[in-house]
Nanobody, 127 residues
Framework: QVQLLESGGGSVQAGGSLRLSCAAS????????MGWFRQAPGKEREGVAA???????SYADSVKGRFTISRDNYKNTLYLQMNSLKPEDTAMYYC?????????????????????RGQGTQVTVSS
């Protein structure tokens, strides 16, 4: 089993930045792909970004050029640097992990296909 714990959420004004972290524990050697998803009230969960074990990344069009996903395999930690935040980025952000390289497989931003998911961290962007 894999446990994922997100941190770094908070409230920020539009144009500001936040850095989310996701610490993985447990059977971390079984993780290949890690990703970030978000869900706003009344909306479906959507993929934000994902990164395979070889560093290949995938981003949602809505965050390209503003968000950067990265991972530190030694620390078993996933990051999401979010810049130029907009009010529409307000959501609960979730970390997810899977034994397969989802980016290469073309399934990187499909939330329901990941085996493991954290509890989420709230991001609120005010105008």
């Amino acid at each position: 089993q894999v446990q994922l714990l997100e941190s770094g959420g908070g409230s920020v004004q539009a144009g500001g930045s936040l850095r989310l972290s996701c610490a993985a524990s447990g059977y971390t050697s079984g993780i290949s792909c890690m990703g970030w998803f978000r869900q706003a009230p009344g909306k479906e969960r959507e993929g934000v970004a994902a990164i395979d074990s070889d560093g290949t990344t995938s981003y949602a069009d809505s965050v390209k050029g503003r968000f950067t996903i990265s991972r530190d395999n030694y620390k078993n930690t996933l990051y999401l640097q979010m810049n130029s935040l907009k009010p529409e980025d307000t959501a609960m952000y979730y970390c997810a992990a899977d034994p397969y390289d989802m980016v290469v497989a073309g399934r990187a931003l499909k939330a329901n296909e990941y085996n493991y998911r954290g509890q989420g961290t709230q991001v609120t962007v005010s105008s």
